[in-house]
């Protein structure tokens, strides 16, 4: 349930004695009970993109959280020894391709006492460039583990506030499977039906005052974004966003 007051100006024709007073912020226009539904403009159902066991749930229902805030983490043990993993072996093709190059440069240099044949210096050349190619290679490896290591760290991908959870720490997670749902908060809508009697108040270039009965001591500023004509057994209304 929400109150909604559209903003109208007030007109009188007959001039009065007036009071000077302190200003004081308040409301002006026609104050209308209604029944509404708020929903945001985002709401996103929060997947984990590999499966594992939840170690952390860091955040709860109702949480605040930002873009990129961590929401929960699994367990990545395994993850972990694989990025260490990938790591030493680029750390040992690097090493490997340090050998080759040190190998050519030598034989490159015999070559010219006619020591080292020709073909020996081809194979050093294919060596090296195999060597080369591993590298590129292990440094693609040593990049796909700390991605995939990035992934068992569950974050926000707006700002919002946490909804509902769907698991707990302990519990196991599938791939793809929702861990929390977030909702965007910095702008929402409220679907709203009124009287078509009230159709020559509403004015979309003008601002409207909603106040909510969970926060009555809250005013939020909006704008009437349109408005459909809305038939039902009891009456002709409108529904307004």
Request: aromatic share 6%; glycine share 6%; hydrophobic share 40%.
């Amino acid at each position: 349930m929400c109150l909604v007051a559209l903003t109208l100006p007030v007109h009188s024709d007959d001039a009065k004695p007036v009071v000077v007073a302190p200003v004081v912020l308040g409301e002006s226009g026609e104050l209308l009970r209604v029944t509404g539904t708020v929903f945001s403009r985002r709401y996103s159902k929060i997947s984990s993109e590999v499966e594992g066991l939840v170690q952390t749930l860091i955040v709860d229902r109702g949480s605040y959280v930002k873009r990129g805030d961590v929401l929960c983490e699994i367990d990545a043990t395994f993850a972990e020894l694989d990025s260490i993993d990938a790591g030493y072996r680029l750390q040992r093709s690097k090493a490997a391709l340090t050998e080759a190059k040190r190998q050519l440069d030598e034989s490159t240099r015999l070559s010219q006492e006619k020591i080292v044949a020709e073909s020996d210096l081809l194979s050093l050349r294919s060596q090296l460039r195999i060597a080369e190619l591993e590298v590129e290679r292990m440094e693609i490896l040593e990049t796909r583990a700390k991605e995939t290591l990035d992934r068992y760290a569950v974050t926000a991908p707006f700002d919002g506030m946490v909804v509902s959870k769907q698991t707990e720490e302990g519990e196991w997670i599938d791939r793809g499977g929702t861990a929390l749902t977030i909702v965007e908060l910095d702008v929402v809508f409220v679907e709203f039906l009124v009287p078509q009697s009230f159709y020559n108040l509403i004015d979309r270039q003008r601002n409207v005052a909603v106040r909510f009965e969970a926060l009555p001591n809250q005013r939020f500023l909006g704008k009437i974004h349109g408005c459909l004509l809305y038939t039902s057994d009891a009456a002709d209304d409108l529904l307004c966003v």
